[in-house]
């Protein structure tokens, strides 16, 4: 296996569930930028809520604060006329990562997507997690929604902040096709100002005693490939009690699925909540066929009914001796743990894995539907046929692109 993430000691962190809860908490960092805002998403939407956030942006580099923007060129369309105008009149830098171009996404190449969502404020302060800058009340696909997508995000202060702000800004550079290295220091003037805001917040995070441990975990195409996998796969390997995986694209390959058959099998209860609804043909149908080896196994699958499942999360042993818990970017299925840019933050603390826990399972009990083994095996054929036919293409896709999952 690959080198395990680095952990340490000194971090400060915040669960938010949902755009209600990261927006006022993502705007009141940019309004209080001093030296640079970087951000990272897969959609950037300009409706509803989602505005708040183009509107503190602007607010930001209007004021000198250097704001830097990159969107995936797949996951987010054009920038509207207005806002385009707006940006470029307060000084946003608004970059499109791999724009798919003539041929779409009939390319290969072109599968390799920036699905992570990440914003350092100031190199001090993160979000990382699910949410995309998109409205919990609205799809682009599907329009409004009765109720609010399901998904979380963390806020964090810590060591990790760096390596997110680093990997970003080299994720900057090779958009800008600059390939001396001298280019990616930061200028001068906003490393005093990161210096200066940092140590604003210093004296209020020393005096808080409770540093959470915890590390970030990036999947790249280079050096990090098999890294978040790794995570989840070392972690339920040395589950003693519990495990709780909530996943919007649920496509886990052999050694994740062996990894919960093996759990439940040593007595461990393994929860998952998952797509209760229907949002894209492959990733809704291709996942059904792996239900029927977990249910055999012991393994309870939850399928979430009132709006569209979003979070890419887990809890394990959450009130044991070793908690573990993961926010993030990445499902468990073939896009994102072998082609798409992804990151998770993993924390190793008792009170966070336990209230990330606690909305699971109030999520679980009081907005999911429990999968009867029985009523899976007895599915009309219709919904095999296309369950396996989903199947089918994603492992041909991914025999074209010559991974092994």
């Known amino acids: 296996m690959a080198p395990a993430a680095t952990f340490a000691k000194d971090h400060h962190l915040r669960l938010l569930q949902g755009a209600q809860e990261l927006f006022p908490a993502l705007v009141r960092a940019m309004d209080a930028a001093l030296s640079d805002i970087q951000l990272e998403t897969y959609i950037f939407d300009f409706t509803g809520a989602a505005v708040v956030v183009a509107e503190a942006l602007e607010r ?35 970059r499109v990562y791999a724009a798919p171009g003539w041929f779409g996404l009939l390319s290969p190449r072109h599968w390799r997507r920036l699905h992570r969502k990440l914003c350092v404020v100031d190199g001090w302060l993160l979000f990382c997690g699910g949410i ?16 609010p997508r399901l998904d979380f995000a963390v806020e964090v202060a810590g060591s990790l902040v760096a390596q997110a702000s680093e990997a970003m800004e080299q994720l900057w550079w090779h958009i800008e096709a600059v390939r001396d290295l001298r280019r990616r220091d930061l200028p001068e003037a906003v490393r005093a100002l990161r210096a200066a805001s940092a140590a604003r917040h210093a004296a209020r995070l020393r ?3 409770s540093s959470v441990r915890a590390a970030l975990v990036l999947r790249d195409n280079l050096r990090h490939r098999g890294r978040i996998e790794k995570a989840y796969l ?25 990894a919960l058959v093996h759990a439940a099998r040593r007595g461990v209860r393994v929860r998952l909540l998952l797509q209760g609804r229907y949002e894209y043909f492959m990733q809704y149908h291709a996942a059904k066929p792996v239900y029927g080896v977990l249910l055999e196994a012991g393994v309870e699958i939850h399928e979430y009914a009132p709006s569209f499942l979003h979070a890419k999360v887990a809890v394990i042993d959450a009130q044991g001796e070793k908690p573990w818990a993961t926010v993030g970017s ?4 073939p896009l994102s743990l072998l082609l798409a840019r992804e990151a998770n933050v993993v924390v190793e603390d008792g009170a966070f894995a336990c209230e990330l826990r606690a909305r699971l399972v109030h999520a679980m009990e009081h907005a999911g539907q429990r999968v009867d083994p029985a ?31």
Not at 141 to 146: C, R
Not at 234 to 257: C, D, M, S
Not at 330 to 333: A, F, H, Q, R
């Open 330 to 333: 990445s499902n468990l299925e």
């Open 207 to 209: 005096r808080d005693a």
């Open 60 to 94: 930001a580099a209007r004021r000198g604060v250097r704001t830097h923007v990159v969107v995936d060129g797949v996951g987010t369309g054009r920038l509207p006329q207005e806002w385009a105008r707006r940006f470029q009149e307060a000084g946003v830098q608004w």
């Open 132 to 147: 995309n800058i998109l409205d919990d009340f609205h799809d682009p696909n599907h329009g409004p929604l009765a109720a």
């Open 375 to 405: 009523r899976y095996l007895q599915r009309p054929l219709r919904e095999r046929v296309l369950d396996w036919l989903a199947h089918g293409l994603m492992r041909l896709a991914l025999w074209v692109t010559g991974k092994r999952y």
């Open 234 to 258: 070392r972690a339920i390997a040395t589950a003693r009690q519990e495990i709780i995986i909530a996943n919007a694209y649920f496509i886990p390959g052999h050694k994740l699925r062996r």
